[in-house]
Every structure is written in structure tokens, then in C-alpha cells.
């Protein structure tokens, strides 16, 4: 058996390994290092003194329950996906929801468990011909992703992952296994729309309202370099018309030598599409292709392994940024990128307050992403905060893009529904059981 680190010495971890056996692995154990690697490679010096493989509700009731007594930093991880590796708290426990993947799909509803990853969701959903807006990324887990609100391609049409959220089941950090829904614990099922993972209890499974799956047109548009500051205008007014069917995204590189690109997804047949692509600037390259929902899913699901080192933020646009302050603000960095999400349309007709999710005005979201491959992490860092201070947009930003160095992130984040979840924190977590930096 392993041992704790430093920091946790005291921690009396035979306790509960009585209750996990060999699922409990401490530092020392085989596969420790392996199961302890972040998203984000900047920590991946970190260690936390146990990590817990949960394959039943059981064993997250024992974990809130041994952190509550010890006092020892606890949080959940689901797809590893944290930008700042909130998941993996330094001497404390992690939570690991990875067993918890089952998927079962009945009608308009879907099952799904809070360890699932997005493309076995979407094999699973798609293959009953039905759909869930989320996003892209295949390795992105569902808890934290639908926790925080959850764009996808499809969120104009049918709006976030978490408008979808029927009911989630819900370990509180006292212990008790709960579902929090419209009609059980109503106020924890609000927070849980929007309001960030951590901050409430261990989700164990969620149930979603899904749709029908749509027939997709998927389509790419390559500008040459030197089109960045035309084409971010002539995509802002572009979208600004757009109707519900039509999601797209505008990818702007620091490096002044590469292309600009606008991608998106609608939600129909690509002769509808067309004359709408037809409004856009003249391309260098333009793809076009009809696919199924499970199809285009697939396409845009990346890769499999472990980032690299990189530091992101994020801003919510609410007003038409000049394309020239856009280029030049993002190319006069290197090794990044601003990516641009259209909001708009279905997610934008649910009132700021009826979720946890306060960003229902935005007309986009900007990811920021820079590497720390070739320079340091405060380098990194201080070309983040550049494009995010220059970008302004309001102050406020994507909890999912979480940022440890965001100005007033309680504010940013959350907005005008900040005061009430931090109601339901103190509620159903008084003991800050699950406190973490940027936690309620």
C-alpha cells in the first residue's frame, strides 16, 4: 500500500480504503502517476495524496464523508479537462467519476453517468437517432462541461447542454445522495444549471431531454493571411442576422503568416445553407459537406491524448469588437489563439436568471489560448491577460474556460446571479468542504 504525501501525513487513509480496497491509490501505488496526469502539462507536477476510482454513488457518499472528517482539499474530476487542474487539488483527494460512464438512452431521455466522455455520449445518444447540444472536444467530460452551462455546435437551435439537464443525481458534501430537479431540491437544480463544477456536491449521474437527431451541413471557410481584421468584422454582422439554424466559430491565429478560419455546423440542407455562406467575404478555401448529427460529432471531436502546456481565459462579447483591434491585439502575441463561438438565437431567449447561467445577452464567447511549450508560464500568462484585458467585452467570462488569474472571477463568471448561488453554496456546503481558489 502506498503512502500519503507530505501534506496529508496525518490523514488516516487505511480508513478509507476499508471502504474502496484497491480503489483507493495513494502515492507509491501502481498506476498513481499515470491516473494523476492533467489536461493542462503546466501542472503536471502536482499530486494529490489519494485518488479514489468511484464506480457506484457508494463510493462518492465515503469520499465526501472522509473529507468532511479529515479536512483534506476534495474535488471531482470527469474528463481531466480543468485549465487550471482544479480537478487534481495538491494533497487532497480526487474523486475520479471515469468508471461512472454508463449511458442509457429511453425515448426523448438519456442517462447519462458524470464520468462519461463526450464521444461515447454521442456514440450512445446518436446511435438511438436522437441529440444533445454539447461540445466538441471528445475527451471533455459531461459533468463539467453541462456544471458550467455547455456551448456546442448545435446550441443556437437547441440551446446549452445544461437547458437540457431534466434532473441530476448529486452526492452533498454532508453525504446524502440526492436529485435535484424542477420538483426536488429546486433551487440546487438552478445552481447546477450554469454555476460551475465544484461548488455544490459530486454529480453521479445526470438525466438530459434530448431531440430527434437533425441531418447537419458542416462547412469551413479558409481566408488568407492578412484577412484577419475583414473577416472578424464581416463575421460579427454576419452572425448578427443569422438565424437559429446556423452556429459558426472564427479561429484567429497570433501568427500573421496563417490563415484565418470560419467552421459551423447547420442545421439542414446544404442548398439552405449556401446562399447564406454566399454573404461572407470571398475565400480562399471553402468546404462543404452534409452529414448526419452523429457524423459531424465525430468530425469534430480532436484528439485523444493529453494537452500541452498553455495558459487561456475567456471573454463574453456583447457588443461588436472593431476587427482591426482584433487582429492586431492577438498578432502581436505568438503560439495562440482567440476563438470566437457565436452565441445568439435559442440560448439567447432564456432569461439571464432562469439558470445559473448569466451570459444569456452575449452575441459570442472569445477563448483564449497561448502555449507554454517554447516560454515560461508567466510569459505564457501575461500575453493571456493581453488579449483578455484588450478584448474588455464587459469583464465577464466562461466559467468553463476557468482562468486562477481572472479579474473579480465571482463577478465575471456569474454576474447578477452570483449573490444567489452563493446562497446555495453556504446551504448545501456550510463547511466549504469542497472550497477550492475560485470556488463559491
Excluded at 4 to 11: E, R, S
Aim: hydrophobic letters at 40%; a neutral charge; one cysteine or more.
Amino acid at each position: 500500500m502506498g503512502t500519503a504525501t507530505a501534506g496529508a501525513a496525518g490523514v488516516d487513509w487505511a480508513r478509507l480504503r476499508r471502504r474502496l480496497g484497491e480503489r483507493l491509490v495513494l502515492p507509491g501505488d501502481p498506476g498513481y502517476d499515470a491516473l494523476r496526469v492533467p489536461w493542462n502539462a503546466l501542472y503536471v507536477n502536482r499530486r494529490p495524496a489519494a485518488i479514489a476510482k468511484c464506480v457506484r454513488a457508494e463510493d462518492v457518499q465515503a469520499c465526501l464523508e472522509f473529507a468532511s472528517r479529515e479536512r483534506i482539499p476534495v474535488a471531482a474530476r470527469s474528463g481531466k479537462h480543468s485549465y487550471a487542474a482544479y480537478s487534481l487539488p495538491e494533497n487532497g483527494l480526487v474523486v475520479d467519476l471515469a468508471a461512472l460512464s454508463a449511458v442509457t438512452v429511453s425515448g426523448s431521455r438519456a442517462r447519462i453517468g458524470a464520468g462519461t466522455r463526450l464521444l461515447p455520449a454521442y456514440e450512445a445518444v446518436g446511435a438511438a437517432g436522437q441529440a444533445l447540444p454539447a461540445g466538441t472536444c471528445q475527451t471533455v467530460g459531461i459533468g463539467g462541461l453541462t456544471l458550467g452551462g455547455g456551448i456546442g455546435v448545435i446550441s443556437r437551435k437547441y440551446g446549452l447542454t445544461s437547458d437540457h439537464l431534466v434532473s441530476a443525481r448529486i452526492v452533498t458534501p454532508d453525504g446524502c445522495l440526492r436529485t435535484a430537479s424542477a420538483h426536488s431540491e429546486p433551487d440546487l437544480y438552478w445552481a447546477l444549471r450554469g454555476g460551475g463544477g465544484g461548488n455544490f456536491g459530486i454529480v453521479t449521474e445526470f438525466t438530459f431531454r434530448t431531440d430527434p437527431a437533425p441531418d447537419l451541413t458542416y462547412f469551413n471557410l479558409r481566408y488568407p493571411a492578412g484577412a484577419a481584421a475583414d473577416v472578424v468584422d464581416a463575421w460579427q454582422e454576419w452572425m448578427d442576422g443569422a438565424p437559429d439554424e446556423l452556429w459558426s466559430g472564427c479561429t484567429v491565429e497570433s501568427d500573421r503568416t496563417k490563415v484565418t478560419n470560419v467552421g459551423g455546423v447547420y442545421v439542414g440542407p446544404k442548398k439552405d445553407l449556401l446562399p447564406l455562406l454566399d454573404k461572407m467575404p470571398r475565400v480562399a478555401e471553402r468546404t462543404v459537406q452534409e452529414l448526419s448529427y452523429l457524423e459531424t460529432m465525430r468530425l469534430y471531436a480532436g484528439g485523444t491524448g493529453p494537452g500541452t502546456r498553455f495558459a487561456a481565459s475567456s471573454r463574453m462579447l456583447r457588443r461588436h469588437l472593431p476587427g482591426d483591434h482584433v487582429a492586431a491585439l492577438v498578432q502581436e502575441q505568438t503560439d495562440g489563439a482567440v476563438l470566437f463561438d457565436s452565441f445568439g438565437g435559442a440560448l439567447g431567449r432564456v432569461a439571464p436568471d432562469a439558470t445559473a447561467f448569466p451570459h444569456r445577452d452575449a452575441k459570442a464567447s472569445a477563448q483564449i489560448f497561448f502555449g507554454a511549450e517554447s516560454r515560461s508560464e508567466a510569459a505564457a500568462r501575461r500575453a493571456v491577460a493581453e488579449v483578455r484585458d484588450g478584448l474588455g467585452a464587459g469583464t465577464t467570462g466562461y466559467v468553463n474556460y476557468i482562468d486562477p488569474e481572472m479579474p473579480d472571477w465571482p463577478t465575471a463568471y456569474y454576474g447578477r446571479n452570483l449573490a444567489r448561488l452563493r446562497r446555495v453554496a453556504r446551504r448545501y456546503d456550510p463547511d466549504r468542504v469542497l472550497a477550492f481558489p475560485q470556488g463559491l
